[in-house]
Nanobody, 125 residues
Framework: QVQLVESGGGLVQAGVSLRLSCVAS????????MGWFRQAPGKEREFVAA????????YYADSVKGRFTISRDNAKNTVYLQMNSLKPEDTAIYYC??????????????????WGQGTPVTVSS
């Protein structure tokens, strides 16, 4: 069992940066693929970014490519999402997720086994 706790969300103006963190419980963090998803008001939850177990492989949604960076620190059981040049359309609740089975990260929700409660990000124009 893995428990995930996100932090770092907030209300910011367009153009600034935020860094989200997700801390995982347990001693098996390094064996999990990690992902970030988001859900905007009135919309389905969507993929944002994912990272493989060792951190050498990263994947991004087209809408955030070049602005967001996912990284992980296995010694700290933490995955990060650095968000730069934020736009109003980035407003959403951001969730981190852990997948204990796959080697190559998935960009859909279904393979992920564990989810955090989410942290809200609001970007004003």
């Amino acid at each position: 069992q893995v428990q995930l706790v996100e932090s770092g969300g907030g209300l910011v103006q367009a153009g600034v940066s935020l860094r989200l963190s997700c801390v995982a419980s347990g001693r098996t963090f390094s064996s999990h693929v990690m992902g970030w998803f988001r859900q905007a008001p009135g919309k389905e939850r969507e993929f944002v970014a994912a990272i493989n177990r060792g951190g050498s492989g990263t994947y991004y949604a087209d809408s955030v490519k070049g602005r967001f960076t996912i990284s992980r620190d296995n010694a700290k059981n933490t995955v990060y999402l650095q968000m730069n040049s934020l736009k109003p359309e980035d407003t959403a609740i951001y969730y981190c997720a852990a997948d204990e089975d796959r080697i190559v990260p998935a960009i859909t929700e279904r393979p992920y086994d564990y989810w955090g409660q989410g942290t809200p990000v609001t970007v004003s124009s």
